[in-house]
């Protein structure tokens, strides 16, 4: 029996969801150890910057923040000022009169379209499989987010009750 260290890591293989393994018909070769890949003279010395872990380090960051904004937002409107039929014109011009719910609401709109869209756009990676399509998907994504964006901090900020 050898008892080599080795590098390589045990992961899925492609046909793992086929219980059929490697073909030999045993389930459990459907985990094969893979040995890491050999750099070539080719391949530059950093392949990848450091945008998907920060990507990864927004997601959990704004999801807690969101978590605390909402709570709070569904806390005021729905319980502490007479709940959902209280709510109406003269309400939300009352509390965007104020900066410091302007800028709840306006941290909140921009933490949720960002917070959404980075879960779109890893979607987008994980299932569209042409560059090109991927591509046009990440566009039109990142175009309706940029509008939502702007559309809903100008309403914000030049929100007139007097209309």
Known sequence: M?????????????????????GTGNPADAFVIEPARQRSKKTPRRTRTNFEMLAWLFMRLSGIVLVVLILGHLLIMLVLDGGVSKIGFAFVAGRWASPFWQVWDLTMLWLAMLHGANGMRQVINDYAEKDSTRLWLKGLMGTATVFTVLLGTLVIFTFDPNI
């Open 2 to 22: 050898s008892t080599e260290i080795s590098d390589a890591v045990v992961v899925p293989s492609a046909q793992a969801h086929t219980a059929k393994g490697l």
